[in-house]
């Protein structure tokens, strides 16, 4: 199922009816600040594991990530410092994954090796409005490109439904996304790196 909304305005009703579908164990691709992304409530283990499938890992193997309404969610899930804390405060929303060190809340499905997990709040009132209604954080991992795909089919809302209607559950197409991915900081060594240099300039 392909659902349009628009990002300035995300329709209520529609966001009510995502919400019910992610509550049942339900997986969708949902645009994001960055690259359009695959995700479900990080509580649903056969929605989490459904995730992994579709992307080839085990799930607790992969490193996925998580998109919070706002700050004062993560102290929930992730153990973060006084100066982690500004970093992320100056910037998000934004394209950016903070890296930080898993408390034991964290769904058992989502602990990786490292016992770490990444922290989103992307700049994007549909996924903001999604997570609000949840009420809890929502697994996100970005669309990838296939090698010798175009790269349409993670920018193309449309092109990504054909590609991956059978997958999952629900697209939503929020207009074309990005092809550049978030910037990930690693907050879990005695110094803050950048990891990865995406979207998001420090």
Do not use: W
């Amino acid at each position: 199922m392909l659902v349009r909304l628009f990002e300035d305005n995300p329709n209520d009703r529609e966001i009510r009816k995502i919400v019910e579908l992610l509550r049942n164990g339900g997986v969708i691709i949902y645009p994001t600040d960055t690259i359009y992304a695959i995700g479900c409530d990080i509580n649903s283990v056969k929605a989490v594991q459904r995730v992994a499938a579709i992307r080839g890992v085990k799930a607790e193997k992969a490193n996925f990530s998580m998109i919070c309404k706002d700050l004062g969610n993560i102290a929930a899930y992730a153990k973060v410092n006084n100066e982690e804390f500004r970093l992320m405060k100056q910037y998000l929303p934004g394209p950016y994954t903070f890296v930080l060190p898993a408390t034991s809340k964290l769904p058992n499905v989502l602990m990786n090796r490292r016992k770490t997990i990444g922290i989103r709040i992307p700049k994007n009132f549909i996924v903001q409005a999604i997570v609000e209604e949840l009420g809890g954080p929502l697994l996100t991992t970005s669309v990838k490109v296939a090698e010798g795909e175009v790269e349409e089919y993670i920018t193309d809302p449309e092109l990504i439904h054909e590609k991956y209607h059978r997958l999952v559950d629900l697209v939503i197409d929020g207009g074309y996304g990005n092809n550049i991915p978030s910037t990930v900081i690693d907050c879990t060594g005695d110094e803050i790196i950048v990891t990865r240099q995406g979207l998001g300039e420090l």
